[in-house]
């Protein structure tokens, strides 16, 4: 699937990247633990961990920095190594939960340049051998339970 894009307005752009109307500072100070875009498993000392709503690539779980800033080295020394640190509790406690054979960690942020990290389990014989996998090219929902028993799972082997 390739969709076209193009860029923001450049101010539009200046203003996500200080932070103005920035929905990843909404979405970690969130009180409710669901919305459109996922569940929250938990919050750790530097982020909030979140399960994706689409479960394409089982396990597809977001990262989000409680801090905003759009480059990993824009934190403090002491900072960017709780978010590592925490980025990697994460990925263990997925590979975990669903027996994954790889882990990628994306942190991209082009979309929205506040520091947050993709975490996607890789599975033998999945859609791109060699390749990244976007998530986002297939739909999969689960239901209710099936989000809350997921949820539980990878937050009691963090
Ligand atoms: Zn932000």
Known sequence: M????????????DALVRGEGCPLCVEVAALESVNTYGHTIADLR???LRLASNQ???GYCVLICSKHVRE?????????RAFFEEM???????ESVFQSIKM??????????HLHCHI???YYGDRAPGLPIHPDEEVVHLTVEEYEQQ???????L
């Not at 969709?3 to 539009?12: D, L, Q, S, V």
């Not at 990697?88 to 997925?94: C, F, K, N, R, S």
């Not at 990628?104 to 340049?113: K, S, Y």
């Open 2 to 13: 390739t969709e076209r894009r193009e860029w923001m307005p450049r101010a539009e752009w």
């Open 46 to 48: 530097l982020s909030r």
């Open 56 to 58: 394409s690539v089982r």
């Open 72 to 80: 990993p080295y824009e934190l403090s020394g002491k900072d960017r």
């Open 88 to 94: 990697m509790q994460a990925g263990q406690a997925l």
């Open 104 to 113: 990628n960690f994306e942190i991209l942020g082009n979309a929205v340049p």
């Open 120 to 122: 996607i389990p890789r």
């Open 151 to 157: 949820v539980a799972s990878i937050r009691s082997t």
